[in-house]
């Protein structure tokens, strides 16, 4: 058998770190019991062991468990597959001494780099201190603004909370007028996930600046961590490395009207068997989009202690679309929740390819077809052109070129000035199927609609 790396890790209160490691070369029963339990979507690369480190013994020890019917004889076991059902299945095999040391040397790198780091001062456990509520709600500040920081603060998930932990670390706000430009400012900062150490960095490093694999192993990747952090100055948080922003973050709240933080299309709250009381996910995550590195979801299924959404169970879920009411119950596939939440953000994000009123006429939309589900919500988008859309201004001046180009309004400004422009805009855009937006400002109708395939002509106002 052979130890292929450190998949993760995690920290629990500062006394024990469990460490995932992937392995390979498993005994040739264990392999064709795996095969057998997934069939044609056996993945031999799904092979695994746990690891753990006690602070206070200073001691690394070979996770094992009992009771599973892999095993004969109800033996301890000591490695693991993963289905493509993301259960467990352990097995009990024979780990040569060697490879023991091998790993625990591996695991001993992050644990010295984790103790270092707290021996400076930085914040190295997996935990991270994130329980900044307190803090924050503690600061001088208006009723508005506490409301609106603890209205934030609930629903952060586990990268922006990482996130969070830096910031504070870096330049701690003096009241919640700086707190809120805090929160507002996280998406400035990038997050290396699964990068908790300077050997971890110097690894990362590797990869950001393409270097050829047949000239990695002469690297001294501690230094080249140091070296990555001279140039790009963080803070390690947990097993992440979190990079703060090149240049001063805009300060976006002036103690005037609060603004709404954006970026993000569905936030979820998820739990496992392991972390009941769950944490929340941003989308869209871009990091699984482009397969670029552990992102929002990596790291919450991280805190969690699962490996796929498919482990994990919704408590709450919330949409930037206020239209769209109890989205947890729409869907009963938790992946299905995930891939449409993804996509409103994409699409939120393209603003419709450019189109400078796409936010409006979407609204618009979604109004004029009572949407209250985002799944219909991403059709409504999708097929936004099949929406005519037009302020009322705009209208009303292409209502009154046309009429005061008829014959009868040739009679000069007395004759115009008895005729009532507006009531007859408004008359004709109800008789071409147009709606009045919420803000009354603007008319939406879609094309296909009942009252446009009725009608037997006059002005078609686009």
């Not at 024990?16 to 056996?42: L, N, T």
């Not at 914040?123 to 307190?134: L, V």
Request: net charge negative; with cysteine.
């Amino acid at each position: 058998m052979e130890c292929k790396g450190i998949d993760h890790y995690d920290v629990f209160d500062g006394d024990v770190i469990i460490f995932s490691v992937d392995i390979s070369g498993v005994p040739e029963e264990i392999r064709s019991i795996a095969q057998e339990i997934d069939g044609c979507d056996y993945d031999p690369d799904c092979f695994g062991m746990w690891v753990n480190y006690d602070f206070v013994d200073k001691e690394f020890y070979l996770v094992t468990e009992n009771n599973y019917p892999e095993v004969p004889g109800d033996v301890p076991s000591n490695v693991f597959y993963i289905d493509q059902a993301a259960d467990k299945h352990w097995f009990k095999t024979d780990i040569p001494q060697e490879l023991l040391d091998h790993i625990f040397k591996e695991c001993g790198k992050v644990v010295t780099d984790i103790e270092k780091e707290q021996a400076e001062g930085q914040k190295g456990n997996g935990i991270m201190e994130r329980s900044y509520d307190e803090t924050i709600l503690c600061l001088p500040g208006t009723a508005e603004e506490k409301q609106w920081l603890a209205e934030h603060l609930e629903v952060l998930s586990v990268r922006e909370r990482t996130i969070l932990s830096a910031a504070m670390a870096r330049e701690p706000p003096q009241d919640m007028a700086g707190a809120v430009n805090c929160l507002l400012s996280l998406d400035e900062y990038e997050v290396r996930g699964h990068v908790g150490s300077y050997t971890a960095l110097g690894e990362f490093s590797l990869f950001e600046q393409c270097v050829p694999q047949d000239q990695q192993a002469y690297f001294d990747l501690t230094a080249l961590g140091y070296a990555y952090e001279d140039q790009h100055p963080g803070l390690f948080i947990g097993n992440c490395y979190v990079e703060y922003p090149a240049s001063q973050s805009v300060m976006l709240y002036d103690g005037g009207e609060l603004p709404e933080a954006e970026g993000w299309s569905v936030r979820l709250k998820l739990a496992s068997e392991a972390v009941p009381a769950g944490v929340w996910v941003k989308l869209p995550d871009y990091n699984e989009v482009n397969n670029d590195g552990p992102g929002e979801i990596r790291l919450a299924l991280d805190e969690l202690r699962v490996k796929t959404i498919q482990e994990c169970t919704l408590l709450d879920a919330r949409c930037v679309l206020p239209c769209v009411q109890n989205l947890a119950g729409q869907y009963d596939n938790l992946a299905d929740l995930v891939y449409d939440g993804q996509e409103l953000g994409i699409l939120l994000d393209k603003r419709g390819q450019g189109s400078p009123d796409f936010l409006e006429r979407f609204s618009a939309a979604l109004e004029l077809e009572s949407c209250r589900r985002l799944y219909d919500a991403l059709n409504i988008a999708s097929s936004l052109n099949g929406y005519d859309y037009i302020s009322k201004d705009r209208f009303l001046d292409k209502v009154t070129e046309e009429v005061n180009g008829q014959e009868w309004a040739k009679g000069g400004d007395a004759v115009k000035g008895c005729f009532d422009y507006a009531a007859y805009a408004a008359a004709l855009a109800e008789q071409q199927g147009y709606q009045t937006t919420a803000d009354g400002l603007n008319y939406i109708r879609k094309r296909d609609s009942p009252v446009l395939e009725q009608q037997q002509g006059g002005m078609i106002m686009q």
